[in-house]
């Protein structure tokens, strides 16, 4: 199965959890996302979904100045973003319950 598929879907939700307990920076959030496991996920799908998330009014930005280069812009899950986490987390754990049922090796008859 191509995970690039399933990351196109799921990306959205991914970028939020892991904006849960601390904000980032675009390559801190890839890092972590890919040190989670999201090995194939992609260096511009995630500039552009904080773009799209940011433009939904899920995230606020904010700037600190960097010593060893540019400034970075970081983003931050706001109550907004809070709340779709929460909601789209829902719906995901609902589809991954109904896809394990679906999986689930019952025995040859």
Do not use: C
Not at 11 to 33: F, K, N
Not at 36 to 58: E, I, P
Not at 74 to 82: S, T, V, W
Request: glycine letters at 12%.
């Amino acid at each position: 199965m191509d995970t690039t598929q399933l990351l196109k879907g799921v990306l959205d939700l991914a970028v939020l959890a892991v904006l849960r307990d601390e904000d980032g920076y675009g390559y801190d959030i890839l890092r972590r996302l890919r040190a989670a496991g999201l090995d194939d996920v992609g260096d511009a799908s995630v500039y552009g979904t904080l773009r799209r998330l940011f433009n939904a009014g899920f995230l606020n930005t904010y700037v600190v100045p960097s010593d060893e280069g540019p400034h970075r812009k970081y983003y931050a899950l706001n109550a907004a973003g809070r709340a779709e986490l929460q909601r789209s987390g829902k719906i995901w754990q609902g589809f991954a319950s109904i896809m394990e049922d679906l999986l689930r090796d019952r025995g040859a008859a």
